[in-house]
């Protein structure tokens, strides 16, 4: 669970530059990088350089680590946001993408950063350090705004977010007793799971323009059911490329369940590893390409939804429709990339 998924794939990055998008981006990937700095300059003023790491980004680190958050910002940008509100929208979404980060790290005995925070002697930095930072960024992120738009925001990442902690809470409690009879069919766990996980998660970073530029609400519902599309769409890329460690956890898994309840003839294998410390690799690769090709195609699908309804809510956007599968295949980054070109070059 992640507000923004690395991107790292040469190949993608060469297809958005020949394409054109990457001039297109340039604006907002500038914006990002700029919040990056002011970010550090802030918990650095608090801080001090003892508890702080300060570095310059670079821009291809920056397009990476912040890609659905640059993307969110040009289609702000598009809609004609004034400078001011883009700024406040990109600190807003970095505020609560950190948020969204820290509760995966307790919940998925993970370590991932946001902050530029010094790490303590066990590689990562303390809940109460990134708490208190994340109470600095958000009264820095909320100046200029009145305490109702505030506590508008507040209650709308609030109510977006609410099902994703219900849903993440479940599965933590059930990792150790869940069944593969329990598997929903694939259609039920999208609806679920990966709409609840996925999608829900990349709406939190509409919620504050909604508050902040209600004259635009028809648009910004348009933006909200598009960013909707292309979350649930990532969430199942996440289930191909993460399918060996979900069967470890007893995790819902699109793959697992096209391969349990569509006749793939596949079930006897996944309970082999079901629940195993040590499943093997590239199980996928060698027993689960048609239910993997088949998640896949969901995800196809959702991203072209994406683009259409961008299209259709902004006539002329930029990027195309027909290019979404594309995009889809640069969300595995470098741990997936391979996986995802067996699946197409083998469909």
């Known amino acids: 669970m992640t507000l923004n998924p690395v991107f790292r794939s040469e190949e993608a990055v060469a297809f958005l530059e020949k394409q054109g998008y990457m001039d297109r981006l340039k604006p907002a990937l500038l914006r990002q990088m700029g919040v990056r700095v002011s970010i550090a300059g802030i918990l650095l003023d608090q801080y001090g350089l003892e508890e702080v790491f300060v570095a310059s980004p670079n821009p ?200 349990l309840k569509n006749g793939f003839g596949a079930g006897g294998i996944i309970r082999k590893y079901w629940g195993s410390e040590n499943p093997g690799k590239k199980l996928v690769e060698q027993f689960f390409r048609g239910p993997a090709q088949a998640a896949l195609q969901d995800a196809y699908t959702l991203a072209g939804k994406a683009f259409e309804t961008l299209e259709q809510a902004t006539p002329g956007f930029w990027y195309n429709p027909s290019h979404a599968n594309q995009l889809v295949n640069a969300i595995a980054g470098a741990g997936g990339e391979d996986r995802v070109r067996t699946l197409v070059e083998t469909s």
């Open 60 to 259: 291809r680190d920056v397009f990476e680590e912040d890609f659905f958050l640059i993307l969110f910002s040009s289609i702000c940008e598009n809609s004609g946001s004034s400078p001011e509100m883009l700024y406040r929208y990109a600190n807003l979404n970095f505020y609560i993408r950190g948020i969204v980060n820290a509760l995966d790290n307790v919940l998925d005995d993970e370590a991932k950063t946001t902050l530029p925070l010094r790490k303590l002697g066990n590689g990562t930095t303390t809940a109460f350090e990134e708490a208190r930072a994340y109470g600095v960024l958000l009264a820095v992120a909320a100046q200029g705004m009145s305490p109702a738009e505030l506590s508008h925001i507040v209650r709308g990442w609030n109510d977006t977010a609410i099902p994703i902690r219900n849903l993440e809470l479940r599965e933590y409690a059930a990792k150790k007793s869940q069944t593969l009879d329990s598997i929903a069919n694939p259609m039920d766990m999208i609806k679920n799971v990966h709409e609840v996980r996925g999608g829900r998660l990349f709406e939190l970073g509409i919620v504050p323009p909604r508050v902040l530029e209600p004259g635009k609400s028809g648009y910004w519902a348009e933006v909200t059911a598009a960013f909707h599309y292309l979350g649930t769409a990532f969430q199942i890329v996440d289930d191909i490329v993460d399918f060996e460690f979900d069967l470890t956890r007893r995790s819902n898994n699109l793959v697992a369940s096209y391969a």
